[in-house]
């Protein structure tokens, strides 16, 4: 089983709509939880970390963390053509971080 | 600040060919890493410098070598290049080596083929 889960995708949004996106992770002592942004060709960028339950906002971006479940999330409000790109769910364990396979993100104009 | 950098931004190498990858961070963080990226693969850690003097191997280490070389230097050694080290690399650092608020940031990245 892999330490974090990701729908591939592709997720295909209206511009202007919701984006949502999840990630599941296997490890329930795992202690910081963050989402990358990377546009083809380039380097992941942090865009969201969450430390605690509950919902962090940031902009149009609002990473939603149940530790419980083991469930994190990431809404993007008024999707923009620029946000297409893959999203990259991370969770941070023991020195080490683990990364999802990504979830590819398509905001139609 | 420059961040993360990372040298050189493509290689290609002949099989057997050996060659080090450079990074190098200014943000004065302790935990330094070292990844590759294969499409469809996602993410996958090859080595990490917890803090400076430390190594361990991550989920893929076999054919790579690490040195950390200081705090803000930490390369990494193909030894003999196959093609299946084809990939795009990034090195990655991040401020502590335990505890939660431990945000990683990327280079640029270097992308290897290997012929």
């Known amino acids: 089983q892999k330490e974090v889960e990701q729908n591939s995708g592709p997720l295909s949004v209206p511009e202007g709509a919701i984006a949502s996106l999840n990630c599941t992770y296997s490890?329930?002592?795992?202690?910081?939880f963050f989402w990358y942004r990377q546009y083809s060709g380039k380097s992941p960028e942090l865009i969201m970390s969450?430390?605690?339950?509950g919902d962090k906002e940031d902009g149009r971006f609002t990473a939603q963390l149940n530790k419980a479940s083991q469930y994190v999330s990431l809404l993007i409000r008024d999707s923009q053509p620029s946000d297409s790109a893959t999203y990259l769910c991370a969770v941070y364990n023991f020195n080490k971080f683990y990364f999802g396979s990504g979830t590819k993100l398509n905001v139609k104009p | 600040n420059a961040g993360v950098t990372q040298t050189p931004k493509f290689q290609v190498l002949k099989t057997g060919q050996s060659m080090t990858l450079q990074c190098a961070q200014d943000?004065?963080?302790?935990?330094m890493y070292w990844y590759r990226q294969d499409p469809g693969m996602g993410l996958r850690l090859i080595y990490y410098?917890?803090?400076?003097?430390?190594?361990d191997k991550g989920e893929v280490p076999n054919g790579y070598n690490v040195s950390r070389l200081n705090k803000r230097e930490f390369s990494l050694r193909l030894e003999s290049a196959a093609p299946s080290q084809t990939s795009v690399y990034f090195c990655a650092s991040s401020e502590a080596s335990s505890g939660a608020y431990n945000e990683q940031f990327f280079g640029p990245g270097t992308r290897l083929t290997v012929l």
């Open positions: 410098s917890a803090s400076e003097g430390t190594t």
């Open positions: 969450i430390y605690s339950n």
């Open positions: 490890d329930r002592v795992s202690q910081s």
């Open positions: 943000m004065n963080h302790n935990s």
